[in-house]
């Protein structure tokens, strides 16, 4: 059974950093490319960042470009997602995400509030 527990979320105040975890099972994580996404209070859920299966290739949302930095310790079956630099606007539920086998798979979720 997959399954994806992500953690590390919190209040943080504006310019700060924080490093949120994802950590997977159920599967061959080495094998599959993994994303962040992230729903603000009454928005959709979009995409954040996209890592490969071997963590050689990465790509990011504009609005996060610069900032986040997604990796993956895949001996450890765990995604990771940096955050520097964080706005009130990256205030979110963040989740990590996965699609096996043509099915699509996601965690719980942590909560980011960036606030003064």
């Known amino acids: 059974q997959v399954q994806l527990v992500e953690s590390g979320g919190g209040l943080v105040q504006p310019g700060g950093s924080l490093t949120l975890s994802c950590t997977a099972s159920?599967?061959?994580?080495?094998?599959?490319?993994m994303n962040w996404y992230r729903q603000a209070p009454g928005k959709e859920r979009e995409w954040v960042a996209t890592?490969?299966?071997?963590?050689?290739?990465?790509n990011y949302a504009d609005s996060v470009k610069g900032r986040f930095t997604i990796s993956r310790t895949n001996f450890k079956s765990t995604l990771y997602l940096q955050m520097r630099s964080l706005k009130p606007e990256d205030t979110a539920v963040y989740y990590c995400?996965?699609?096996?086998?043509?099915?699509?798979?996601w965690g719980q979720g942590t909560q980011v509030t960036v606030s003064s």
């Open positions: 995400n996965t699609m096996v086998f043509m099915n699509n798979y």
């Open positions: 159920g599967f061959t994580f080495s094998r599959y490319t």
């Open positions: 890592v490969t299966s071997t963590g050689g290739s990465s």
